[in-house]
């Protein structure tokens, strides 16, 4: 049985998760693991310790944050078709139900990983949600605001927009796993407690991405005779394990990070761009035959100034066994 820390975000605030582009009427639908390692790295950095920010977000791997319902855990479905069948449906019927799905309660999601086949009853779909607990609700709403861009110039224009929230029931919010030695974890929670002052996302100036922490823990029970690998990450494997990574049997999906330096302690910086780098997303199952490690990257930009700082971005796996 591998047992994991758990960090809960609670009465969490109206939330907007940029995308990377100037667009603010859509909210990303998830908040990932590069995001979230970045962040405390970065009050890391201001509490004085920002020499060895690199080795810090080595020692330890994040999950990308998912739902929780009161003591519900809900988990990323798997990429690829679900071995899960509706009572007394046909398969063809069920098939539409199944694709909506994005996030599965973790006892249904563990019978899942370990190569059964689950059945289910039709009334367990909620959304994008498949269930077991009898009194589940909706999670998060979204709601999309008109606001007005107010130029600082007296010349300039003002410009209409719409900007997205996504508001959270109190009795649900947004949880990741830690893996790490236990007296960083403790650095990590007060991190975290402190991340939650100052808000995650868009516009924490006006409240948002404000949150409590708790903490919990996950177990999961050992695969037998598990096959691959899912990770409940962003991953970056570096150039040794893209050789080992058995890609022809593997499942998966890719994503493009990049963005803004808005969380930049220098204000001069936030206009600019970091690089790109693409990794492979949530869910995402992988057959290899090395270990999956990762690596954590330096996306800083091209910019001939001596105060430009490194803009580190982890994309080291959390990974559980599944078996196919």
Known sequence: MS???????????PLHIGTGKENYDFSSSMLESDTLSAAIAAI????????????FLESFTISSAFPFWRKSYFLP????????????EDEHISRKSLKKITYIEKEIWCELSGGQEVV????????????????????????????????REESGKTEPFFFEWNYFHP???LYCLIDC???????IVSL??????NGIGTDKNVGGGKFEVETDILAFEEVPDSNHSMILSLYLPDESEMIGLDLGNSRF????????LAGSSEENFRHLKKKSVYMFTVGSIFSSEIPLEGKVVDLKPEWNDELMHPVYRSGKPFKLPVKL
């Open 77 to 88: 479905r798997m990429q690829g078709k679900i071995n899960v069948k509706v009572n007394g």
């Open 171 to 173: 009795d649900a919010g």
């Open 253 to 260: 999906n890719m994503l493009l990070r990049g963005g803004y």
């Open 181 to 187: 030695k236990q007296e960083l974890f403790q650095e």
């Open 3 to 13: 047992v994991y820390n758990v960090i809960k975000l609670k009465n969490l605030s």
């Open 44 to 55: 890391r950095a201001t509490q004085g310790k920002e020499k060895d920010t690199f080795q």
């Open 192 to 197: 975290f407690r402190q991340l939650g002052i």
């Open 120 to 151: 289910v009853e039709k009334s367990q779909f909620k959304g994008q949600f498949l269930v077991s607990c009898n009194d589940f609700e909706e999670v998060s709403r979204k709601c999309v605001n008109q606001r007005v861009f107010i130029p």
